[in-house]
């Protein structure tokens, strides 16, 4: 099996409506890709949702333990975890009130992808949100 993210045009319309991203794995430390990435992406306009168990907030915005935590509807989970570790959080999603999850550059797991699409959940890895914001606005 294979990995099929949606095209350039569908994550285009996914981050324009797109307005609250729960990031999974959000280091409270500037130096850490989890941070610069949702940096930009919340100076770009969204509401950020830090989800790490071990940090008390970043970004400014107060953190949660899990994704169960989050009150009301997200647009998109970013995860900023190990690939081995998608499977688990994407029981967790499925659990909640969310629209897209979202694997960052690098990773991917295939039981996770599966599992997701066959409950009509869409479903993007090994992209970074950050390049794909810059590249849809350009088209």
């Known amino acids: 099996m294979t990995i099929e993210n949606p095209s350039r045009e569908e994550i285009k319309d996914i981050l324009k409506k ?20 949702s940096a930009a992406m919340q100076k770009a306009g969204y509401d950020i949702i830090p989800v790490n168990p071990t940090i008390e907030e970043a970004l400014g915005a107060k953190a949660v333990a899990s994704l169960k935590d989050i009150e009301g509807h997200i647009d998109i989970v ?3 975890r190990r690939s081995e570790q998608l499977f688990d959080v994407a029981k967790e999603f499925a659990e909640i009130d969310a629209d897209v999850f979202w694997a960052q550059q690098g990773l991917i797991n295939e039981q996770a992808y599966q599992f997701l699409k066959e409950k009509g959940f869409t479903v993007i890895m090994d ?11 350009a088209i």
């Open 18 to 37: 797109a307005k609250r991203i729960a990031v999974v794995g959000l280091s409270s430390n500037p130096e850490r890709t989890s941070y610069q990435v």
């Open 78 to 80: 970013n995860v900023f």
């Open 127 to 137: 992209r970074c949100i950050k390049v794909e914001h810059a590249i849809t606005r």
